[in-house]
């Protein structure tokens, strides 16, 4: 059992024992390897760079222009990008391990429990190990590069939502933008 696995006990005001590991505790599961990094560092960047872009570059040509701006074209984009933080933020911070799950819920669900001959937990049938991440991840569907982390059972619902905001906002930008593009392609 490694150190960030080891559980810590705790008093609750009532006195209750509570036990949680750091993993628990502290739940983001930050990319490991390089190219995870560096796309979870670009995603983190692009999207405040994109809105000071719009804001100060596009936004005040039109203005100079003489158009009239629409002020809810700026809002939803910012509507937009604090939801798709918030949907990352889910989906790094949830935890897809078997062993998220309570013991008896483990065994409600399925008779049989594995253990991973590569990480040594406890596995339903359905999880699937990654060799990215090097964990069991349960309904696991693809280790997505972009957050750095497995998208599985539980932030699945997440990174679909986080992937249709982002498309919104492409949409939304190109749109808008149109205009803005063939000013300096015909110049």
Same mark, same amino acid.
């Given at each position: ?28 599961? /930050?990319?490991?390897? =390089? #190219?995870?990094?560096?796309?979870? +560092? ?6 405040? %760079?994109? $809105? ?29 990008? /604090?939801?798709?933080? =918030? #949907?990352?933020?889910?989906?790094? +911070? ?6 998220? %799950?309570? $013991? ?48 599985? %059972? ?34």
């Amino acid at each position: 059992m490694s150190i960030r696995n080891k559980p810590k006990t705790g008093q609750c005001k009532e006195g209750l024992q509570q036990t949680a590991t750091d993993a628990e505790q502290m739940n983001w599961n /930050l990319p490991s390897n =390089i #190219r995870d990094r560096a796309a979870f +560092t670009l995603f983190l960047i692009a999207g405040p %760079l994109d $809105l000071l872009y719009e804001r100060y570059v596009v936004t005040e040509h039109y203005l100079n222009q003489g158009h009239h701006i629409n002020c809810y074209y700026y809002g939803l984009l910012v509507f937009c990008a /604090l939801n798709i933080y =918030i #949907r990352l933020y889910n989906v790094v +911070t949830i935890d897809n391990r078997p062993s998220s %799950l309570p $013991l008896d819920r483990k065994l409600a669900i399925h008779t049989t429990i594995e253990t991973c001959e590569k990480c040594g937990e406890l596995r339903p049938p359905e999880s699937h190990h990654c060799k990215v991440c090097n964990v069991c991840i349960l309904k696991r569907d693809h280790h997505c590069w972009f957050t750095g982390t497995c998208i599985g %059972l539980h932030n699945q619902a997440n990174f679909v939502i986080l992937v249709w905001y982002l498309w919104l906002v492409a949409a939304i930008e190109t749109a808008y933008n149109m205009e803005f593009v063939c000013h300096f392609i015909q110049c």
